[in-house]
């Protein structure tokens, strides 16, 4: 059993459009993140959720707007996408925000903008 | 400014050749410093987390270590399936910050 998912995989859209990542998570954790990962392999949070609240929101364009209907699931929708989105998305749980809680993440979805 | 620095970018190693890598962090309030491996394609996997100075943990051929500044990532004997890049990642403030990766190729 996949313990973090992410659909989809692979993402090409045109500029302009906007489009949804979707993530959950069977490990019963209580957080959940979004990173972005760009060419250069350095890994950026972007979100974090503990228990459905937002507790982290780096400097990202509003564009970008995550949801987390419940615990399990943290969803991140783009609006309006831009070529610079292009990047790898990764989502990512862990148990609580304690000090020293391992962060365990999902596949990625590759999100091509042309 | 780089709060976490990983070194070298790349290396490549024959089968059997130990070597170290390298993350150096200047992160203050250290509250646990987490080894990654990643294959192509594929999300970050877990491998270790060190918490204080002095600290080692090993698997099978890997095994890292800490000091108040940097962290090692020693392995011993690789072999082509070691081939992948390590990530290393610092806690602190309630953040994690990633460094960028050694890209590790193991030659048969």
């Known amino acids: 059993d996949t313990a973090v998912s992410q659909t989809p995989k692979y993402l090409v859209t045109q500029m302009g459009n906007d489009k949804s990542i979707k993530c959950e998570q069977n490990l019963g954790h209580d957080t959940m993140y979004w990173y972005k990962q760009d060419s250069k392999k350095f890994l950026k949070i972007m979100f974090s959720?503990?228990?459905?609240?937002?507790?982290i929101n780096e400097t990202v364009p509003n564009r970008f707007s995550p949801k987390s209907p419940d615990k399990a699931h943290l969803n991140l929708h783009i609006n309006s996408l831009e070529l610079g989105d292009s990047a790898v998305y990764f989502c990512?749980?862990?148990?609580?925000?304690?000090?020293?809680?391992?962060?365990?993440f999902g596949e990625g979805s590759w999100l091509t903008v042309v | 400014e780089d709060q976490v620095t990983q070194s070298p970018e790349a290396l490549r190693l024959q089968e059997g050749e130990s070597s170290s890598l390298n993350c150096s962090y200047t992160v203050s309030g250290l509250r646990g410093l987490f080894w990654y491996r990643q294959d192509p394609g594929k999300g970050p996997e877990f491998l270790f987390t060190l918490y204080s100075a002095g600290e080692e943990k090993e698997k099978e051929r890997l095994k890292a270590t800490l000091t108040k500044k940097e962290s090692f990532l020693h392995i011993t004997a690789p072999k082509p399936e070691d081939s992948a890049t390590y990530l290393c990642a610092v806690q602190a403030l309630g953040k994690f910050y990633f460094g960028s990766g050694t890209k590790l190729n193991v030659k048969p």
């Open positions: 990512a749980s862990s148990q609580g925000v304690r000090a020293g809680n391992t962060i365990y």
């Open positions: 959720y503990n228990n459905k609240e937002l507790i």
